[in-house]
């Protein structure tokens, strides 16, 4: 079983600050294939980044991914009020589908 | 536009087994798998295991084998999980979710609550 470890646990930023989340992974990741998803409160989770660096439909382009083999990063380049929000990474190229423990994000 | 809409909420006995639906809308059903997710309160999320609705074929989460069961309904583009011996640590909301690449689309969540 491939284990996702992010970091930050918490990252405490303002509006208009960059954000950057880590995500490493015990073994490699076959193919990248490596998503993002965003989820608030009360909320659904929501795709925003897959193949490590495919933005999906609809989603801003100040979200960015990127890495490889074990390293990948989420890039939101200057945050909104509405991007304070906790983010999990996964992995689908091996079963079984595994998910970081997640990292939030809050208003400093 | 694709939607995935599940079954209403549950209350269940410890012991006691649980069918959670997942009908799904806008797209070829049997063109993508079908993954289940869930999420204990506070917690995060957890991969329980897939179905692929041409074939009927699964996957599961060696956590879960021996408890779980997803099955599919084809004529009516439903999916389906059932969870069986629950127990209070099965307290959670359950997801279905499009597989490809990443999950496109997630059901709203049905919240599975184990209470004596």
């Known amino acids: 079983e491939i284990v996702l470890t992010q970091s930050p646990g918490t990252l405490s930023l303002s509006p208009g600050e960059r954000a950057t989340l880590s995500c490493r992974a015990s073994q490699s990741v076959s193919s990248s294939y490596l998503a993002w998803y965003q989820q608030k409160p009360g909320q659904t989770p929501r795709l925003l980044i897959y193949?490590?660096?495919s933005r999906a439909t609809g989603i801003p382009d100040r979200f960015s991914g990127s890495g490889s083999g074990t390293d990948f990063t989420l890039t939101i380049s200057r945050l909104e009020p509405e991007d304070f929000a906790v983010y999990y990474c996964q992995q689908y190229g091996s079963s079984p589908m595994t998910f970081g423990q997640g990292a939030k994000v809050e208003i400093k | 536009q694709v939607q995935l809409v599940q079954s209403g909420a549950e209350v269940k006995k410890p012991g006691a087994s649980v069918k959670v639906s997942c009908k799904a809308s806008?797209?070829?059903?049997?063109?993508?798998?079908m993954h289940w997710v869930r999420q204990a309160p506070g917690e995060g999320l957890e991969w329980m295991g897939w179905?692929?609705?041409?074939?009927?074929?699964?996957n599961y989460a060696q956590k879960f084998q021996g408890r779980v069961t997803m099955t599919r309904d084809t004529s009516i583009s439903t999916a389906y999980m059932e969870l069986s011996r629950l127990g209070s640590d099965d307290t959670a909301v359950y997801y279905c979710?499009?597989?490809?690449?990443?999950?496109?689309?997630w059901g709203q969540g049905t919240l599975v609550t184990v209470s004596s």
């Open positions: 979710a499009r597989g490809g690449d990443g999950y496109s689309a």
């Open positions: 806008g797209y070829t059903f049997t063109g993508h798998y």
């Open positions: 179905i692929t609705p041409n074939s009927g074929g699964t």
């Open positions: 193949g490590a660096s």
